[in-house]
């Protein structure tokens, strides 16, 4: 994620590419504290920083949420990102690998 300056106005931005799309999602904020800002101006800054990584989070929780569905309606949704199945893909469930799953040859016996 970045913040970035689009006409005169500042934006926190974060980008998405995979061979089929690219995005860029975004959340506007006011401009940053500036140098010799009272600890008042800067702690507000950072209050706002917060709040708008907490709001375009959900942005691209909701953008990827989309991406996986739609994948899985299109019967795309069996791939882990790094190109491994998951346990349940390659017996076939419909099962999202979550993180506390094993991939297969990678865990213990």
């Given at each position: 994620m970045?913040?970035?300056k689009v006409a005169s106005e500042y934006a926190l931005t974060a980008q998405y590419?995979?061979?089929s799309e690219e995005r860029t999602l975004?959340?506007?904020m006011q401009s940053p504290a500036r140098a010799g800002s009272s600890t008042t101006e800067k702690t507000a800054h950072l209050a706002e920083l917060r709040a708008s990584v907490t709001q375009l989070q959900d942005q691209v929780n909701?953008?990827?949420t989309?991406?996986?569905e739609k994948e899985k309606r299109d019967g795309q949704g069996e791939h882990v990102s790094n190109g491994t199945q998951s346990k349940a893909?390659?017996?076939g469930g419909d099962d999202v690998l979550d993180g506390e799953d094993e991939l297969e040859g990678?865990?213990?016996a």
């Open positions: 970045a913040r970035t590419q995979s061979p975004s959340h506007p909701a953008f990827l989309q991406i996986m893909a390659l017996r990678d865990g213990e």
